[in-house]
DNA sequence: CCAAAAGTGTTTTTCCTACACCCATGT
DNA sequence: ACATGGGTGTAGGAAAAACACTTTTGG
């Protein structure tokens, strides 16, 4: 994994050097989470998480970047994840090897939709948000938390969280996906009736068996399209 | 003005390079105005109105790089002005001469702060947002397209206006620079309820005389810094 | 005294909040 | 029959929206 990472950078180079990173969240068992990789950079970084990135491509995007360091550093499909750019972390000493501005992503992904290997909890894969042991490579420790901030903020005036829910999903797991995310708790009735005001679900003629109580009725998102409303 | 736009670049780079553009907004006439440039770029652009932008040195911050090129190319004391970065823009065709990714930032001045010659109307130097003939050099009409989606939303949650205003202004005068900015009509005594149930205004022992009516209480925003709160 | 902009209150409607019980199913 | 989570309604308060007249000054 780290034989990819081609940030062998000259000093003294003309110009800035252009990388991208991103911050891959997903919601496993309501918990928020996140994935990261381990970082081999002696002297500096020895075995420590961080986030997946490198340097971006002459001839590809920054997200196209991005999206070929998720699949190479974690191996997950990169059309399976939905990006939005964040923001672009240029501090002149942020990469102790050198100058590396850095174009951060956030991408969401559905529990889900995760292959067996893409959901592998090896030291150094998907981490929980509520564990508060972030000590991160580099200056990602900033970036994930401004990636959170995002989320968060995100949330309350998007349908970006239908970027983090399977495609049928009940109204109890939305409601627990946006608990988990802002770390409140909702009224479960006043949620509902938020939710369905605003018209963007699609009630399913489905429902979810197989728990040990009444079934619940399917949704799904009716856009896929993540628009701008005013949800919480 | 040209002469020190160093965009000399070489084809080939090993890597993307990088430069800063700045939308730098100010209200003049109840009238958003954005500052405008000429790019002379043979034969890609002639004489054709741009941003103020050039590449980041090695040694600086995108920010710092932004503030320079905004003096070098307009001659406003970047100390004036207030920034936010915008995005980061990485189409690889998006500079006709060879792989420039752009940090793209926002910067608001208030329009009294501004010196006579930086208030200067020349033909390409401050611009009516209101007149729809911008078509800008690379692909500078998609950043100032954003840059104003990013405005408009950002002074409805917090108190970025601010940094429009004067010291000191009436509530008519901040009331019309959201009128301007939003496009649209506010309602008067809403306005000044919703205003003064923020709390983020003071008022000044003072009144704006001089007019040929009857004089307005002036007031100035109580913090410095802007912050977040639901503003309309 | 007239023109011009400043300043101010009330009513209606909509939205948010708090809160507790019955329902459908599996065991 | 019981345990489990699903599903629903109402009342009170806060905020938003609609709406028009009086006040203070300069000319």
Chains 1, 2 share one sequence.
């Not at 990789?37 to 002297?43: D, E, F, H, K, T």
Request: aromatic share 8%; hydrophobic share 35%; proline share 5%.
């Amino acid at each position: 994994m780290e034989k990819s990472d081609n940030r062998g950078l000259k000093k003294n180079l003309r110009f800035a050097v252009l990388a991208s990173d991103v911050v891959l969240f997903s919601i496993n068992e309501e918990s928020l989470c996140v994935r990261l990789i381990s970082v081999n950079r002696p002297p500096y970084f020895v075995n420590k998480p961080g986030l997946p990135g490198g340097l971006i491509h002459p001839q590809e995007t920054a997200e196209k970047s991005t999206r070929r360091y998720l699949k190479e550093k974690t191996g997950i499909s990169p059309q399976k994840a939905y990006m939005e750019q964040l923001y672009t972390f240029s501090a002149v000493d942020r990469d102790p090897r050198g100058r590396v501005v850095a174009v951060a992503y956030m991408a969401l992904v559905p529990w889900n939709a995760l292959s067996g290997s893409e959901k592998n909890k090896n030291e150094y894969s998907w981490w929980s948000m509520a564990d508060k042991t972030h000590a991160l490579a580099y200056d990602h420790d900033k970036i994930l938390e401004l990636a959170l901030n995002r989320l968060r903020s995100r949330i309350r005036y998007t349908t970006l969280i239908s970027k983090l829910m399977p495609e049928e999903f009940t109204l109890t797991e939305l409601e627990k996906a946006y608990e988990s995310i802002l770390k409140t708790d909702l009224d479960k009735r006043n949620f509902r009736k938020k939710i369905s005001k605003l018209g963007i679900l699609k009630e399913l003629p489905r429902k979810r068996a197989g728990g040990r109580s009444r079934p619940a009725k399917l949704y799904k998102f009716s856009k896929n399209k993540v628009s701008e409303v005013e949800v919480l």
